[in-house]
T-cell receptor, first 114, second 110 residues
């Protein structure tokens, strides 16, 4: 049972480059989320989706875009990477809203922007 | 807005010691409260939760009680093991999202 799978696990970008992080879940969950984790700041919500074809902004959406074309996939894009986007990115999914059912997390993507 | 404050770490303990991690919250409504744990190299996973005042969540020897009067949800374990070394996050539901604390790193030495 794979759960939530994130690719890639590590990536180094130069300032101004673009990339897409892929999240896939095999639990048929409706809700999916992208978080970033920075030292001393906990997890902050970037974008989320409440179902296929829907996306919404979270707490820190600037500089990121997302798409949910298929229910099982949630893509996070960086169009022009900046050093401030150096972070560990986590994808998560849940069957219902965040207060009702637990979040299932992937193992994270460590991104460094130089 | 809704927020969570948890004690700063890192916390270093010996095996079989008692662990407490303090967590207090600010919320306008009646949030659900959670503790998530992150083991090295992994994503977060739910440790326990409580959905209303005076509820006690428990799992793997950990406990936390939802205290509305003190707006707290402190995590406790009576006898820690080396395998409990991890980062622990307190969280609450509020508005449209789950708000996390900054995390507390716990290291248990044999």
């Amino acid at each position: 049972n794979a759960g939530v799978t994130q690719t890639p696990k590590f990536r180094v970008l130069k300032t101004g480059q673009s990339m897409t992080l892929l999240c896939a879940q095999d639990m048929n969950h409706e809700y999916m989320y992208w978080y970033r984790q920075d030292p001393g700041m906990g997890l902050r919500l970037i974008h989320y989706s409440v179902g296929e074809g829907t996306t919404a902004k979270g707490e820190v959406p600037d500089g990121y875009n997302v798409s949910r074309l298929k229910k099982q996939n949630f893509l996070l894009g960086l169009e022009s990477a900046a050093p401030s986007q150096t972070s560990v990115y986590f994808c998560a999914s849940s069957s219902f809203g965040q207060g009702t059912s637990p979040l299932h997390f992937g193992n994270g993507t460590r991104l460094t922007v130089t | 807005g809704d927020s969570v404050t948890q004690m700063e770490g890192p916390v270093t303990l010996s095996e079989e010691a008692f662990l407490t991690i303090n967590c207090t919250y600010t919320a306008t409504g009646y949030p659900s409260l959670f503790w998530y744990v992150q083991y090295p190299g992994e994503g977060l996973q739910l440790l326990l939760k409580a959905t209303k005042a005076d509820d006690k969540g428990s799992n793997k020897g950990f406990e936390a009680t939802y205290r509305k009067e003190t707006t707290s949800f402190h995590l406790e374990k009576g006898s820690v093991q080396v395998s409990d070394s991890a980062v622990y996050f307190c969280a609450l539901t509020g508005d449209y999202k789950l708000s996390f604390g900054a995390g507390t790193t716990v290291t248990v030495r044999a």
